[in-house]
């Protein structure tokens, strides 16, 4: 069975600290997606990123970095000098090769003071 | 390019009753998911259509159910209202599903009275 798991409930940090949100995944299968979204109080799912199964290699986008590792089966997700405008819950999904459906994670809060 | 667009926003409705959320999609998009969102179980897929078959569908009874049309565009009906139903309604869009990226929209909420 296919199980996403974002240990981290909530986390506090003040502007300018770098946060690093964790997820664990568990699956059968060799191909499969990863993702990461961001949900802010207006309740839309923002996508943030996709990696397949096949490229673990890390990525960087701005402040935002990811840390893919198949060997721990851990998809971590880095903020970089954090804002106030990072506050918001973050969910980290699996999918199947061929499947339609996203599992979610429980998500995490992230709160950022100034 | 316009986003995913779900109507309504808000909706109250009382126990017993039966409600349609409506989902458009990103235009060229062909498959369209829809998830529920509580605070107790999270983010749950419902259940994904592609080129109006329903492709997936997720471990919810019968009382919800979906459609989708010609032009991509999904409905979604939930029949005889229970209390906890009550929940965030997203609508997620996505080229062809299986592993593409997926982009909701702002989602309906549902409160059952």
């Known amino acids: 069975a296919q199980k996403v798991t974002q240990a981290q409930t909530e986390i506090s940090v003040v502007e300018k600290e770098d946060v690093t949100l964790d997820c664990v995944y568990e699956?059968?299968?060799?191909?499969?997606?990863l993702f990461w979204y961001k949900q802010p109080p207006s309740g839309e799912l923002v996508f943030l990123i996709r990696r397949n199964s096949f490229d673990e290699q890390n990525e960087i986008s701005g402040r935002y970095s990811w840390n893919f590792q198949k060997s721990t089966s851990s998809f971590n997700f880095t903020i970089t000098a954090s804002q106030v405008v990072d506050s918001a819950v973050y969910f980290c999904a699996l999918s199947e090769a061929w499947g339609t459906a996203l599992i979610f994670g429980k998500g995490t809060t992230l709160s950022v003071s100034s | 390019k316009a986003g995913v667009t779900q109507t309504p926003r808000y909706l109250i409705k009382t126990r017993g009753q039966q409600v349609t959320l409506s989902c458009s999609p990103i235009s060229g998009h062909r498959s369209v998911s829809w998830y529920q969102q509580t605070p107790g179980q999270g983010l749950q897929f419902l259940f994904e259509?592609?080129?109006?078959?329903?492709?997936n569908k997720g471990n919810f009874p019968g009382r919800f159910s979906g459609r989708q049309f010609s032009n991509s565009r999904s409905e979604m009906n939930v029949s005889t209202l229970e209390l906890g139903d009550s929940a965030l309604y997203l609508c997620?869009?996505?080229?062809?599903?299986?592993?593409?990226?997926?982009?909701f929209g702002q989602g309906t909420r549902l409160t059952v009275v």
């Open positions: 997620a869009s996505s080229r062809t599903g299986g592993g593409t990226e997926a982009f």
């Open positions: 699956t059968r299968d060799t191909t499969y997606y």
């Open positions: 259509y592609f080129s109006e078959t329903q492709r």
